[in-house]
């Protein structure tokens, strides 16, 4: 598995893994491409051979940064994919000279929440009824 920046052809596999693996709130083709137009916007990707395993983005706004999605496709979770992802991102967000990073998360999210703790995020506070669906989120951070 390798990490890259993610590239402008990547965009329609990116979306249809979202499809894939979000039935709520998903990311559309057209949201992907304002990102990859972002200079804000940093993407990247997983890739297992040719296959897009998974990707994340981060946006850096002076001295803090917002982790706007980390996915893993369904199969690869579990096996450091996810953890890897985060790992870029933070790094980014460091050289970029960021001093604290957030991130929101589904409060039913139970393991996407256990990673992120595992990266050193906290729970910040939450917004109630923030998802489309009426879902609360637990916004959390992490100072670097």
């Not at 949201?31 to 990247?44: D, K, L, Q, R, V």
């Not at 297992?48 to 996915?71: C, P, Q, R």
């Not at 595992?118 to 009824?129: L, P, V």
């Amino acid at each position: 598995m390798t990490i890259r920046q993610w590239k402008f052809e990547d965009i329609l596999s990116l979306s249809e893994l979202e499809e894939q693996c979000f039935s709520n709130d998903r990311w559309s083709y057209r949201t992907f491409a304002s990102c990859y137009e972002n200079p804000a916007f940093y993407g990247i990707v997983a890739v297992d051979g040719d296959e897009i395993i998974g990707y994340a983005g981060i946006t850096v706004a002076a001295d803090s940064a917002d982790i706007e999605n980390v996915l893993v496709s369904e199969r690869y979770r579990r096996a450091g994919v996810g953890g890897k992802l985060i790992e870029s991102l933070v790094s980014h967000a460091v050289k970029s000279g960021v001093k604290s990073i957030f991130l929101e998360v589904r409060v039913s999210n139970v393991p996407a929440m256990c990673l992120y703790l595992k990266y050193g995020f906290a729970g910040n506070y939450a917004r109630t009824r923030y998802y489309s669906d009426g879902e609360d989120c637990l916004v959390m951070k992490k100072d670097v």
